[in-house]
């Protein structure tokens, strides 16, 4: 199976043109694939979902019964950000698969509408939330072992409840933002190959070996997203997991929710990190809140 395409240039040279078609299906594969693995496993995990450690009731404080998770501007740019990703997908792949349709200025307009997005939300990510939620630590990645561990083996103990965002959305966000970032750049310099109202057209401006790694590079990472789209799907469908798909609909999460997914002490309901209660008030603290709770 090849994977690459090459072809001669008119002076003779042979020079890589685009990635082989063979990847897009390749790429359904694995996705088809890992949906497969994770439902052979999904019943096991379930069976485990009890045994993260508890949270003692004095770090629950007052939790309300609805946390705001995902404010109304980052639920507008994942709104825009996935139409215009799914479009893009469509747009490039289903004319190599056989339904004809004028694709070229959908896609590209889409693709200038994703690059748009993905500023925007940079800017807002940087000034007006917190990145420290989204990086991953030497602790994430020593909890993202030991979560591995614990699905292999009962006997190695559940990792603590994470923040905001466990380890394996972490990663996932890393994973499209990184091949997402290929296929945007890449697409803009392939605009200089097309009219628009943006570049004056120059199929020149690069050779035709250099031409053909750009080519390359932006179809690897399309097949790439083709996969992180399949399995991101599959788990915003799936019914333990549908908590957090609603809360990109309406902002929010319950308090059962909070307090089953969440510790406080890391992602505190209020936004902010709440100032631990001396030794000799965590007593009296743990007291008000399970009168409280009762």
């Not at 001669?8 to 990847?23: A, F, T």
């Not at 630590?137 to 699905?151: K, P, V, Y």
Request: aromatic share 12%; proline share 6%; no cysteine.
């Amino acid at each position: 199976m090849d994977f690459l395409q090459r072809a001669r240039n008119p002076w003779g040279q042979e020079v890589l043109v685009r990635i082989s078609w063979n990847l897009f299906w390749l790429a359904l594969l694995a996705g088809a694939l890992f949906l497969a693995f994770h439902l052979l496993f999904r019943r096991q995990q379930r069976s485990r979902a009890s045994e993260a450690p508890t949270v003692e009731l004095a770090a629950l404080g007052k939790v309300p019964e609805r946390i705001v998770r995902h404010g109304l501007t980052a639920r507008l740019f994942h709104l825009v950000m996935a139409a215009s990703m799914l479009v893009l997908l469509a747009t490039g792949f289903l004319p190599k698969v056989g339904l004809q349709f004028s694709w070229l200025t959908t896609h590209w307009v889409a693709g200038v509408i994703l690059i748009a997005s993905i500023l925007f939300h940079i800017v807002h990510a940087t000034f007006f939330q917190s990145l420290r939620n989204i990086w991953i630590s030497l602790g994430d990645a020593r909890e993202w072992i030991q979560e591995m561990r614990h699905a292999i083996s009962a006997k190695t103990p559940a990792p603590p409840r994470p923040g905001k965002y466990p380890v394996d959305h972490k990663l996932y966000h890393h994973a499209v933002t990184a091949s997402g970032f290929a296929a945007m750049i890449t697409g803009v310099l392939m605009m200089f190959r097309i009219e628009t109202p943006f570049f004056v057209r120059n199929p020149y401006l690069y050779t035709d070996a250099t031409w053909g790694w750009i080519y390359v590079l932006h179809g690897l990472s399309s097949v790439v997203l083709v996969t992180l789209t399949i399995t991101h799907v599959y788990f915003a469908i799936l019914p333990e997991k549908r908590w957090i798909t609603w809360s990109m609909v309406f902002g929010w999460i319950s308090k059962a929710d909070f307090i089953a997914h969440h510790d406080p002490r890391r992602w505190p309901p209020e936004g902010r990190r709440q100032p631990e209660a001396p030794p000799e008030n965590q007593a009296t603290a743990a007291a008000d809140a399970a009168t409280e709770a009762s």
